[in-house]
């Protein structure tokens, strides 16, 4: 076996071996170097795409999307985070706006609703008097009836006041 290998190294070829071995080695590692740019290139993309994603989720729709020039399925992420940030800016606006009308509204209700409130008391409180001014004499004998008036109405005066 010994005197097999050496007519063939002897021949010339086997000079080339290691030469072919790095070549190859070298081949793999451009080729590597070529698929990692392009992952690389077709991964950036989506890191920011996550980052502005994750500022609109805080509320901030004004967040400036990264350029793309391709048309493939990076452009069609980059539309629809577009069309996203759109309809959440649109929907917490009209939210607020929503929001501050019925604020808007029970703030009003709620001062019909004390206006409502003092005007029933005064009325009700002068229906009482008169109530009292009609019954009292049939109820009371005449001597009680003029206190009982009296102390009536000075408590209906402070009750409206």
């Known amino acids: 076996m010994h005197g097999m290998s050496e007519p063939y190294y002897s021949s010339g070829a086997g000079q080339y071996f290691p030469k072919i071995i790095y070549t190859f080695l070298g081949g793999i590692l451009i080729l590597l170097l070529i698929v990692y740019s392009i992952i690389r290139r077709l991964v950036r993309p989506l890191e920011k795409f996550s980052e502005s994603a994750r500022e609109i989720a805080t509320g901030r729709f004004d967040v400036t999307l990264p350029l793309v020039r391709s048309n493939d399925e990076i452009k069609d992420l980059y539309d629809s985070l577009v069309y996203m940030q759109k309809s959440l800016s649109t929907y917490v606006n009209e939210l607020k706006e929503t929001t501050a009308s019925k604020e808007r509204i029970e703030s ?14 005064k009325y009700f409180l002068l229906i009482q008097i ?24 000075w408590t209906a005066i402070i009750s409206i006041s």
Do not use: D, H, N
């Open 108 to 121: 009003e209700l709620s001062i019909a609703r004390e206006i409502q409130m003092g005007m029933l008391l």
């Open 130 to 153: 008169v109530m009292m001014w009609i019954c009292m004499p049939y109820c009371i004998p005449p001597k009680r009836w003029v206190a009982t008036f009296m102390i009536s109405i």
